[in-house]
């Protein structure tokens, strides 16, 4: 339930408040208030179901107070509806009293009396006495209405000790008004008459006088039914002095009509017709027909004693003229009444449709909670999985890492022994037998450096998978690098009738790098190794450098940054290329291309397959030296022959 923000709420029941003040004196302002309480509550966020059912409830008494009981009606309604659903049950009650009298007020008395059972039964429920009194007290006013004043006058003692008990002197006064008023209707005059002096009492004891009036009228009444003029008179006039200080012009209309009727009785024709013209004008300016019909008969009676026969014809049609409009607007009351319930039921039909489209969002809203736990538990279960499965796979990683480790130290040893008593022996091997046993022992020779060089490959690549590597910073001229590479590569280009092509003038202005030396000349060594490799015979391999003052846009994720500037050192072969879908593949560990052969005689023939170690550690070197390394090519063809291009940028020394 919604109260969102205390100051909020108050503001709310503060405007109510205001209006609830207003409601006798500036009823056009009482409605702006609530109607601005009854918006602040719907928009505030939850909404403030308690302030909407307060601001609907007053909006309802302003209604009723002004007379329009088919909007009082409307409102109350609208409140009762809120109430029920928000199960605020307090307002419920105060709402049924309005929607009581509403009802009785637009003449459908067993609705009327309906509502005020129901409003009884709730307030005994919630131990509401104040409630539970007034409740009485409209079941008692519809009684009397339909003319079971007996019944009424029993509802009406059983609410009276209430009232005193919870000294609500208002209520108290009116009850016992109430009480005069329908005893007197049902004929106990003498008890009618001792009750209207205790309302009088009880009316004298408040800060308004307008009670007091209206008892003051009922005794007046009762005194003339009792045929007590005199007294009639003395109440009369005492109400009338009343309204010197306080104004209520609908009772006013009242004591001047009583007023006539006393003089009449008394036989004070002249004071009698004052009395009553003043009704009539009072009335007229009211538009109170019921008024307006009484006061005129009274008068043609008046005259009619006086046998002014012409005077007492004219106000004798003017009572029927207003006898024939009171009954068109009891017709028009019933007709609105009827109406007013088509309405009602409407708008009954309309909640529970409201109730039902509820309910449905309410099961849908439960349905996709469960949903979304659902898939909760499944998105946790599958990223539990992918863990394990990622956990598996680095354990996998961890063995086959150990395993490179283990073999390669292992193999280092053996290796060396091989290699030196292979050097000793061919030192030793005599003369006469050197031809034959030269050309073996040099294979042998051969074979444990190839060997070596493996080894040497795996243990760098662990170095470069664990991060161990350690590049020493050192100022470097990338082209004399690169003309080392070169010239040590020089005899594998010759054998495969290749021509390697090295941009010295280019290289000798590039500014220095600063990295490891030795390490860098394995990246370039790897890369023009693969050239040579992937290239046929008697193709052409391009080697330039560039510097790039600021990073150029095709840069693998330029978006990280590099320091710049940066030397850009580019290795381009004549070769059968690189499908676009192997352009990053080709970096991966252990990754061979299928076009190189498993086994190869030497480490530079064509399409001759390694390890497929060479470029994961010169990429691994490259990015430990915070630069890039990728590759480029047409595609993959080895008729066409498109060749690649491999980049490596570095970032210049500073
Ligand atoms: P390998 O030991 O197999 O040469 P590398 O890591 O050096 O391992 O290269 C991986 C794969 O990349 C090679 O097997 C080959 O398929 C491809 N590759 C490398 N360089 C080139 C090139 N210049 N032209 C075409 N393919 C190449």
């Known amino acids: 339930m919604g109260v969102p923000t205390n100051s909020l709420h108050n503001q709310i029941l503060e405007l109510n408040a205001e209006?609830?003040?207003?409601?006798?004196?500036?009823?056009a302002r009482a409605m702006e208030l609530a109607l601005e309480a009854r918006q602040l509550a719907q928009t505030s966020v939850p909404p403030d179901m308690l302030g909407i059912v307060e601001s609907l409830r007053t909006l309802g008494r302003v209604k009723l107070y002004a007379g329009e009981f088919d909007q009082a009606l409307k409102y109350s309604l609208e409140g009762l509806v809120e109430a029920e659903s928000a199960e605020l049950e307090a307002p419920q009650a105060m709402l049924l009293n309005t929607i009581s009298s509403s009802y009785r007020m637009l003449g459908n008395l067993p609705e009327a009396l309906q509502i005020g059972l129901r409003q009884v039964a709730l307030c005994k429920r919630l131990h509401d006495e104040r409630g539970y009194a007034r409740a009485l007290t409209a079941i008692a006013i519809v009684y009397g209405d339909m003319g079971e004043h007996a019944d009424g006058v029993v509802q009406l003692e059983k609410c009276l000790p209430i009232f005193r008990e919870v000294k609500d002197d208002y209520w108290t006064a009116m009850t016992l008004n109430n009480l005069a008023f329908l005893s007197h209707k049902a004929g106990q005059t003498a008890y009618a008459i001792q009750r209207g002096q205790e309302a009088l009492e009880a009316a004298q004891l408040l800060e308004g006088r307008r009670v007091e009036m209206v008892t003051r009228n009922s005794l007046a009444e009762m005194f003339l039914d009792g045929g007590e003029s005199e007294k009639a008179l003395q109440e009369v006039q005492a109400a009338l002095r009343l309204t010197e200080a306080e104004h209520h012009p609908d009772l006013e209309v009242e004591i001047y009509y009583l007023q006539g009727l006393a003089f009449t009785h008394l036989a004070r024709m002249d004071e009698a017709i004052l009395a009553l013209e003043k009704a009539i004008?009072?009335?007229?300016?009211?538009?109170?027909?019921?008024?307006?019909y009484l006061a005129h008969k009274a008068l043609s009676d008046v005259y009619k004693t006086q046998s002014r026969f012409e005077l007492a014809l004219a106000h004798f049609d003017c009572f029927h003229t207003?006898?024939?409009?009171?009954?068109?607007?009891?017709?028009?009351?019933?007709?609105?009444?009827?109406?007013?319930?088509?309405?009602?039921?409407?708008?009954?039909?309309?909640?529970?449709?409201?109730?039902?489209?509820?309910?449905?969002?309410?099961?849908?809203?439960?349905?996709l909670e469960t949903f979304n736990e659902q898939l909760e538990q499944e998105v946790s279960r599958q990223t539990e999985d992918l863990?394990?499965?990622?956990?598996?796979?680095?354990?996998?990683?961890?063995?086959?890492?150990?395993?490179?480790?283990?073999?390669?130290?292992?193999?280092?040893?053996?290796v060396t022994v091989i290699s030196g008593f292979s050097q000793m022996l061919k030192n030793s091997v005599p003369a006469d037998l050197q031809p034959t046993l030269k050309p073996m022992v040099e294979g042998i020779r051969n074979g444990a450096d190839r060997i070596n060089d493996v080894v040497k490959t795996m243990l760098l690549m662990l170095k470069v998978d664990t991060h161990a590597l350690n590049v020493l910073p050192e100022p470097i001229n990338l082209g004399s690098v690169l003309s080392e590479c070169a010239i040590n590569l020089y005899t594998d280009v010759q054998q495969r009738k290749q021509k390697l092509a090295l941009d010295y003038a280019g290289m000798n202005t590039l500014?220095?790098?600063?990295?490891?030396?030795?390490?860098?000349?394995?990246v370039f060594s790897n890369i023009i190794v693969n050239a040579i490799k992937y290239t046929p015979d008697g193709g052409q391999i391009t080697i330039k450098g560039v510097v790039h003052?600021?990073?150029?846009?095709?840069?693998?994720?330029?978006?990280?940054?590099i320091r710049v500037p940066v030397v850009e050192i580019t290795i381009q072969d004549t070769g059968i290329g690189i499908a676009p879908e192997n352009l990053e593949v080709i970096f991966e560990k252990f990754y061979r291309g299928e076009s190189a052969m498993l086994h190869s005689s030497g480490k530079t023939s064509f399409k001759g397959g390694g390890p497929g170690l060479g470029l994961a550690i010169a990429r691994g070197i490259v990015e430990a030296h915070h630069g890039r390394l990728w590759a480029e090519s047409a595609g993959y063809d080895e008729v066409g022959l498109p060749g690649s291009v491999f980049h490596v940028l570095l970032p210049v020394r500073q």
């Not at 209006?19 to 009823?27: H, M, Q, Y």
């Not at 004008?281 to 307006?292: C, F, K, P």
């Not at 990295?515 to 394995?522: E, F, I, K, Y």
């Open 19 to 27: 209006a609830w003040r207003l409601t006798s004196r500036d009823r």
């Open 281 to 292: 004008a009072l009335a007229e300016r009211l538009n109170a027909t019921r008024s307006l």
């Open 322 to 367: 207003y006898e024939r409009a009171l009954f068109a607007e009891e017709n028009q009351k019933k007709l609105r009444n009827l109406e007013v319930m088509h309405k009602t039921q409407e708008a009954i039909r309309e909640a529970e449709r409201y109730a039902v489209q509820l309910h449905a969002e309410q099961e849908h809203r439960r349905l």
């Open 387 to 414: 863990r394990r499965a990622y956990e598996k796979l680095e354990r996998l990683d961890k063995t086959k890492s150990d395993f490179i480790s283990v073999t390669a130290h292992e193999l280092r040893t053996p």
């Open 511 to 522: 500014p220095e790098i600063q990295g490891d030396r030795d390490v860098l000349a394995v």
């Open 549 to 561: 003052p600021t990073l150029p846009a095709r840069v693998p994720r330029a978006e990280e940054g």
